[in-house]
């Protein structure tokens, strides 16, 4: 054989380890995945209603809140107890200077009680390579886990403690964040507790067992319904090193799902001394429901 043919033998040798890599890793990161989300669902406690009854939740709440669940959810409708979504969308991976901006997609499971998630993401570093990237509140601990292939983990961040700035806590604040998709979670008979700020304003503040979180949910004033969400400190990796942070999420494009109005698009920022650095951006491209029974 000619060097060239030689060399032609080795790329392609190349491509198929590689390529068994790849699917080797997907699996190993599916299987993961389906650990963490029996766990998820492992920690599931029944839920203390079953209906939405507008009178009883909505009396005594401050005004913002009362037309925001009067614009979210029709009275009478049951209780979610779960969720089932899929993103696409892109993700910026420069901490700071110019943006990084990298397609990703990913699926997520949530519960409502015991409150938690499992987000599944694919990012595509580059055709044919990969990052998995777990993140996620089960039962008390949160975790982030990102790896290439699904084989090198690049960084693994999980805790329990409830202290501010802990991976816990972070994780319980995204979940509060993303209530907006499974609005019932943020009613008063479902642990969430509000207190008024202003007349487009609310904090709630939602606890599981030692692990709480408060934001400030700011309204639509023509719709009534979630426009941003913020917290004045969430821990942020610098470096080797967590920074307390302010935080924003903020939801749009809001549809009709199952009878609530849900946002179908948000994206996600820390507010820096240098300025706003958005470092998610996404769509939902499938949500589905289980109602409490």
């Known amino acids: 054989m000619t060097w060239l043919e030689w060399f032609a033998v080795a790329v392609v040798a190349l491509i198929v380890v590689f390529g068994a890599l790849a699917a080797f890793g997907a699996w190993r990161w599916s299987v993961a995945t389906s650990a963490l989300t029996d766990r998820l669902e492992a920690a599931h406690l029944p839920l203390v209603t079953a209906r ?5 939740e909505l009396a005594g709440l401050p005004p913002p ?10 009275d009478g409708q049951t209780i979610v107890a779960a969720v089932s979504l899929a993103h696409q969308g892109s993700f910026n991976l420069a901490a700071e200077g110019p943006d990084r901006w990298i397609p990703f997609t990913s699926t997520q499971r949530v519960a409502t009680r015991r409150p938690g998630f499992v ?18 509140y089960v ?25 501010p700035g802990g ?18 979670a943020l009613l008063p008979s479902q642990g969430a507790r509000w207190a008024p700020v202003d007349e487009h304003s609310a904090q709630v503040t939602l606890a599981d067992g030692t692990v709480s979180a408060t934001l400030l949910f700011r309204f639509d004033p023509r719709t009534g319904l979630i426009d941003s ?23 749009s494009d809001h549809a009709e799902r199952d009878g609530m109005r849900v946002p179908m698009s948000g994206e996600v920022a820390w507010l820096t001394p240098a300025g706003r650095r958005t470092y998610w951006r996404g769509q939902v491209t499938r949500i589905d429901f289980t109602s409490a029974r």
Request: net charge positive.
């Open 229 to 251: 969400v913020r917290a004045e400190a969430r821990g942020r990796s610098v470096g080797k090193g967590v920074v307390m942070t302010p935080w924003e999420g903020r939801w």
């Open 167 to 184: 991976v816990a806590q972070g994780e319980f604040m995204r979940y509060l964040a993303e209530a907006a998709w499974y609005p019932t």
């Open 119 to 136: 987000w599944d993401a694919r990012m595509a570093m580059a055709p044919g390579l990969a990052v998995h990237v777990h993140d996620a």
């Open 139 to 163: 039962a008390g601990e949160g975790l982030l886990h990102p790896a290439m292939l699904g084989l090198v983990s690049l960084a693994t961040l999980r805790g329990t403690s409830p202290e």
């Open 52 to 56: 939405y009854d507008a009178a009883r």
């Open 65 to 74: 809140v009362q037309r925001f669940f009067r614009a979210a959810l029709t």
